[in-house]
Structure formats: C-alpha cells, structure tokens
C-alpha cells in the first residue's frame, strides 16, 4: 500500500493510492496516520475494497507527510562505509545513533529554512523507516515484522551547529523544515528488500548523491534489533538509516546550501522530494 497525506499538519487528510494511482480518502476508516492509528491500519485496510473508498481530489493542496509527526526520530550516523570515508572518519563497529527534534518533521516539498545563524547548511538523501508496531527485545530475525514501511527523508543537517559549537549532532539536525519526509510511505510487503534501493539527490539540477541502500553497514533489519536491545521502538517512530557519499560537507572544496538553491532526492520505488531553500 502508498499512504500519502495532503493539506495542513493540523488538518491533513488521510489517503490510499487506489489500483489506478489515484488517493483515495481514508477518514471512513481513520481519522489520521498517527501514531494511535499506525499499529491497526495495515489489517484493518487487509483484504477490504481500497477502490471503492472515495477518489479525494488534491488539486491545490499540500502534500504533507505520509505520517504525523513521530514521537520519536532516530538516526544512524555513518551508515555508508563510503561516506564514513568522505567524513574522515572510521566505519563504525556499532550503529552509531542520535535524534533530531520532532519539529524538524515536514512535508516533502516544504522549503529548507536558512537562517542567519547558519554557515554550513547541507543535505543528505536517505531511507526512512517507519515503526508499525513496538519492537522491543527482538531478534534480527523477527525485525522486520515491527516494520510499517518505508519513505524518502532528506536528514538536512547545519554542520557549524552540528560539529563546531559543542555537544551533541542534535544541535545540527533540529531546525524546523530538517526533515522533510515523504511523498509516500510504502508498506513492508511492497519493498522486496530495502537493501537494494537506489537513492539520488541534487542541487540546481547538478548530482550530488548516488547511491543504494545495498552499501549500508549495518541494514534495516539490524539496526531494528540492535535498537530494541536498549530502547523500546514505538509506533510511528521514524529511523532514518544514514546517508551515501556526496554530501556538502565532503565536497572538495566544501558546498553548503544557501537561500535561492533547489534540491531534489528520491529513491527507487519511493517517490522524490523537491525542496527550495528559503532565507529567514
């Protein structure tokens, strides 16, 4: 199934992709992708009818995220051995995790905010996932099952607030508008292997990111499990599983985003995002 959502984050509506592509209206049966509603909405749409819900017309409006803000959003570092390397950095033995602030979540085609604090704005193209059902205490073999699906996420990232002011990479990743998720969120079952996903981003038309999934260090179903051995994974969490080579920061010389550039990024099977860089 391809979740998407459209309008305001106050008041977005609900929607399936019928057979023939079109949104299908999901408030009959939801009143929202939530948190409350993500463990029971993939068995309560199971086996029903998705063509006959009503065709919902999007003309002119937003197209938010797939979900609503997540409690929680996680992310690995240096899941790329390749873009560990552009870092200077070493690959790492473990999972390497920190969080960004729930209020970087954002639509899709939301404009990247700059303010005039930032020096070192940057981009990173990567595979979200979505938490469908608590996972705690599991096996890598059984990781999977606690998964809803997958999106596209652009993990913006501040590399002066991230690196050079101190503390943690939190500081860095926070912004409102830092993560843009979206346009889809594509179920389990329609992903073969989310280790074999091409991921691409661009600025102004120019490639600066060209990668699979099939280079992460540690893979989807690891990380899941690896998570749950010290913390309890929740419905709508959201984990965004690192990033390949090609980010401003490893650019020689280095290239930060500035008011006036456009980015666009997707991955195979997950739809892409474009998003315009706006000064405060």
């Not at 873009?83 to 085609?109: R, V």
């Not at 020096?119 to 979200?128: F, I, R, S, T």
Request: glycine share 12%.
């Amino acid at each position: 199934m391809h979740f998407m959502r459209f309008g305001n984050e106050d008041g977005a509506t609900p929607c399936v992709l019928g057979s023939d592509g079109k949104p299908r209206d999901l408030t009959s049966i939801v009143p929202d992708i939530t948190p409350q509603t993500i463990p029971h909405l993939h068995d309560r749409l199971a086996g029903g009818d998705i063509d006959a819900l009503p065709v919902f017309d999007p003309a002119g409006l937003r197209i938010a995220a797939p979900f609503a803000r997540p409690a929680t959003i996680w992310c690995i570092g240096l899941n790329y051995s390749d873009h560990a390397k552009e870092a200077g950095m070493e690959i790492p033995k473990e999972p390497i995790l920190f969080t960004k602030g729930a209020g970087a979540f954002c639509g899709p085609n939301d404009d990247i905010l700059h303010s005039p604090d930032m020096l070192k704005l940057d981009w990173e193209v990567e595979l979200g996932v979505v938490i469908g059902r608590r996972a705690f205490m599991i096996d890598e073999a059984d990781a999977l099952d606690h998964v809803l699906g997958y999106c596209v996420v652009n993990d913006v990232s501040e590399r002066h607030w991230q690196i050079e002011r101190g503390g943690t990479w939190i500081k860095g990743k926070s912004f409102p508008h830092f993560c843009p998720a979206g346009p889809v969120l594509v179920t389990r079952d329609e992903i073969a292997d989310p280790q074999a996903l091409d991921m691409w981003l661009t600025v102004n038309g120019e490639t600066m990111q060209q990668g699979s999934t099939a280079t992460m260090v540690f893979t989807v179903r690891q990380i899941v499990a690896y998570m749950s051995r010290f913390a309890a994974l929740e419905p709508g969490d959201l984990i965004c599983t690192g990033t390949p080579p090609g980010v401003g920061m490893g650019k020689v010389p280095q290239r930060w985003l500035v008011p006036g550039d456009n980015v666009a990024l997707g991955i195979t099977g997950l739809g892409k995002q474009h998003q315009a860089v706006r000064g405060l």
